[in-house]
Structures are given as C-alpha cells and as structure tokens.
C-alpha cells in the first residue's frame, strides 16, 4: 500500500524559478509609471509620508513609493535602533534599482 502525500502546513516544497507577478490593470510599477503617464506631477507629503502624483483636472491619481518616500521610511526604524523592516517583493523597480538602493542606502 502506497503513502499519500501529506497535504497540511508541514508538507515539504520544493525551489521554483522566482518569476514577477502577472500584471493587474490599472497599475504600473515604479520603473515606467513615471514615464508612461503623461503629465504626471509628482508630489510629497510630508505629514503622511507618501508620494503621489496627479495629471491634472478630472485626470489620474497615482500612489507610490519613490526614493524621497523609502528614505522617510527607513528613518524612522533606524531612530528606533531597530535593524531593519519589512517590504512587499520589487519587481516594479526600475531596471536600474532606483528603489531597492534607495531601501539599501536608508537602512545604513
């Protein structure tokens, strides 16, 4: 008689490729937002800490993480004297890793 596989939370796994997620309409990652809304103006505010831009009236509202924003962000657990956070995956960065060096450089 053969062993059926165990199914539950303890069930081994094994490696997968690391792929980025599928697209979902209606957003776009940091490395073509940028250049592939037309006159998008970007704006930060200080009091919530966050990056949003707007293409004027009756347009687009976008939100976002820039560089301004994650080095606001990594302040506050540096003054803390904690070592580090927590960050969604970074597949929307800019091919040239605008993001993650901005995340990089604030957590030194």
């Avoid at 990652?29 to 930060?44: A, D, F, I, Q």
């Avoid at 657990?77 to 970074?90: A, C, F, N, V």
């Avoid at 800019?94 to 060096?101: D, F, S, V, W």
């Amino acid at each position: 008689m053969r062993r059926q596989p165990t199914r539950d939370l303890r069930s081994p796994s094994s490696p997968t490729a690391p792929t980025a997620p599928p697209p979902i309409p209606g957003t776009r990652g940091y490395g073509n937002l940028l250049t592939s809304v037309p006159g998008l103006t970007v704006y930060h505010n200080q009091q919530s800490v966050a990056t949003y831009g707007y293409t004027g009236a009756g347009g687009q509202w976008w939100t976002f993480d820039d560089p301004w924003s994650i080095g606001q962000k990594t302040a506050y657990p540096r003054s803390k004297g904690l070592l580090g956070g927590m960050i969604w995956e970074m597949s929307g960065d800019a091919p040239n890793g605008t993001l993650i060096t901005a995340l990089d450089n604030g957590l030194k």
